[in-house]
């Protein structure tokens, strides 16, 4: 049976993708950040997984403000990525996993979760900053690749709840495949940052931090912030950690906290990276 190894959770920050890019990790503005990841690689490097689902958010390059589903997956045989931009370097095909997304499509949706299946599928920094920060230096991708979108650009989004219970049947998904694979589950975005409006620039470290010690011991109480609360406290983009909340109902009740690295700012963004377990 396929299991579930554990949970990653990291920022995607474009920036950080240029960064790669260039081969600027040893900067001394960005080694602070790379070196929070060091340890993730090495738990990756130990682990080996088969899959990762990376559960983040389209940022216009798949679908657009006329067309945004709450929950999009994708189920092909490779994703690309393209040009958004954003002067990021656009990276080599991923391969993906269609009998495992089809696996979780069917078990997803009969639990209420309405999953817009996507048969083509493009991905952007959302997606490809987080495995490039994992496998870089890599000659290809060591993984498959299960895209899972969430909606965290336009409203109505769905709710923090809604995500933790997501999460969880992803999990129980993920349990009941019927082959000896490693999955690890990547959630993205955030951390509290906003790019426009009054309040640009606004980083709340409190808050961070406070949303990282409870994503371990309490993410029942993550649940309760609504979306207007996340805005609120973490930015019109700091809403994104509602995906953290997907991966982490997908871990199970209780799990052992690996690594943690919080850095501040890059690109007016506090950026978060953290490795969880989960209890069996």
Known sequence: ?????????TSHIPSVGNAISWGL??????????????????????????????????HGLNFFLDKMPTFAIGAAYEYNNADEGWG???LHSFKGDPELSWHLIN?????????????????????????SVMWSDKPEWPVKAVPFAVNTVLFPLPTAQR?????????KAV????????VVIFGTGGMSHQLSGERAGLINKEFDLEFMEKIVSDPIALTRYSNTDLVKLAGSE????????????????????????YHLPVSNTAAGVMVLEPVD
């Not at 960005?30 to 490097?45: H, N, S």
């Not at 349990?175 to 490693?182: C, G, V």
């Open 175 to 182: 349990r009941s495949y019927d082959e000896d694979i490693k």
């Open 25 to 58: 990790q040893e900067d001394p503005y960005w080694k602070p950040l790379f070196d929070g990841y060091v340890k993730v690689r090495e738990w990756l490097e130990r682990v080996q997984p088969d899959v990762a689902i990376v559960v983040y958010n389209d």
């Open 107 to 131: 078990n997803i949706l009969p639990a209420g979760f309405d999953l817009t299946v996507c048969q083509e599928m493009l991905i952007d920094h959302g997606f490809i900053v987080p495995m």
């Open 163 to 171: 995500c933790f219970d997501l999460g969880r049947q992803l999990g």
């Open 1 to 9: 049976m396929a299991k579930v190894v554990g949970g990653i959770i």
């Open 238 to 261: 700091g809403v994104e950690l509602i995906m953290w909340l997907v991966m982490r109902g997908a871990l199970g009740n209780d799990v052992n906290e690996v690594h943690r690295a």
């Open 88 to 90: 990021l370097q656009t």
